[in-house]
């Protein structure tokens, strides 16, 4: 497969903007066959600042990959998730329920650090160039309103037992 380049390109409905939020990075293997791998525009948030294992892999900060999951979604979408028995959730719902439950796995304590981290990556990634902060603002009120108050008003009424 040498000077051979492999793309396989995201599957994408008919109508869809070409303003996706994919990006492709040039990936030559030790066999010297090229590959061209997708990923999420994002993702350089995710990989801010990577805590590295001995192993010398690099590993995401949990704070991190929740703040990805938010400036793709400033607001629902109505877009689904297809699955093989027809249309799943709002990929939106997905994407600030993965950010839900990263910070429900991390605790109250761990979470209770991540703004002045988000805050530092935001500076240091110039968000501004991809989310402005009214959009981050709007993000962050969806996820209070259709998230966090109502697991918190469902968690009440377990306490209670109604």
């Known amino acids: 497969m040498t000077g051979t380049w492999v793309c396989r390109r995201p599957s994408r409905r008919r109508g869809d903007s070409l303003n996706w939020p994919w990006a492709f990075a040039r990936v030559v293997l030790s066999d010297g066959g ?4 997708a990923s999420f525009r994002y993702l350089d948030v995710a990989a801010y600042r990577a805590i590295e294992t001995p192993e010398g892999i690099r590993c995401a900060r949990l704070e991190m990959l929740a703040l990805s999951n938010l400036p793709r979604n400033p607001v629902i979408r109505p877009e689904r998730i297809q699955t093989p028995v027809g249309p799943g959730p709002k990929r939106s719902n997905k994407d600030l329920g993965r950010v839900l439950a990263i910070a429900r796995l991390a605790g109250r304590e761990v979470v209770a650090e991540w703004p002045a981290a ?3 990556a ?3 990634l110039h968000a501004s160039q991809w989310m402005t902060p009214d959009e981050f603002r709007a993000v962050a009120e969806r996820l209070v309103v259709d998230a966090i108050d109502p697991l918190g008003e469902a968690a009440r009424r377990a306490a209670e037992g109604t």
């Open 34 to 37: 090229h590959y061209a791998v």
């Open 118 to 120: 988000c805050a530092e």
């Open 122 to 124: 935001l500076r240091g």
